[in-house]
């Protein structure tokens, strides 16, 4: 009799420690520069969190999270037959002007480009943008 409502506890337990754990990250961005306040550490996780230079988790707005989703799908690509330019580890040279320049991880690979790198997908340029962005706007930075 016993038996079954230990298990049955156990159960409940397993459960509920699965639920509500952390969000996987979509993204990290490291983020350097000759500008002031280049310097910038972005992890973007799932769950409309981001983590700004080691600091706390910060929420972020949904149409955010859209964007940040749409942008690990487009640089992971569909599969390893198709894959994004992270799978392939596409990484750009900066232009003779550059200011910034940027190192996104994703789950499967990485991307290296400058904010002048010649021939960017068109993703590196929403990449730039929302790490500006939530920057900006979620971490309280000036850059």
């Known amino acids: 009799m016993r038996a079954p409502l230990v298990l049955a506890a156990v159960l409940v337990a ?3 420690v699965g ?7 979509l ?7 000759r500008l002031p306040g280049a310097k910038l550490e972005l992890v973007v996780g799932d769950g ?12 972020f707005p949904s149409d955010m999270l859209i ?10 690509g569909e599969s390893e037959e198709d894959p994004g ?6 990484v750009l040279e900066s232009g003779a002007f550059s200011n910034l320049r940027y190192r996104v991880r994703t789950e ?19 990449v730039a943008k ?3 962005d939530l920057a900006k706007k979620v971490c309280g930075l000036a850059r």
């Open 14 to 16: 397993a459960v509920l």
């Open 19 to 25: 639920c509500g754990g952390p969000s996987p990250d």
């Open 27 to 33: 993204f990290a961005v490291n983020r350097t520069g």
């Open 48 to 59: 409309g969190q981001v983590r700004c230079n080691g600091g706390a988790l910060l929420d």
């Open 67 to 76: 964007d940040a989703r749409e942008i690990a799908r487009e640089l992971n």
């Open 85 to 90: 330019p992270a799978r392939d580890g596409l």
């Open 108 to 126: 499967f690979g990485s991307v290296g480009f400058g904010d002048t790198s010649k021939d960017q997908p068109e993703v590196f340029y929403r």
């Open 130 to 132: 929302l790490t500006r």
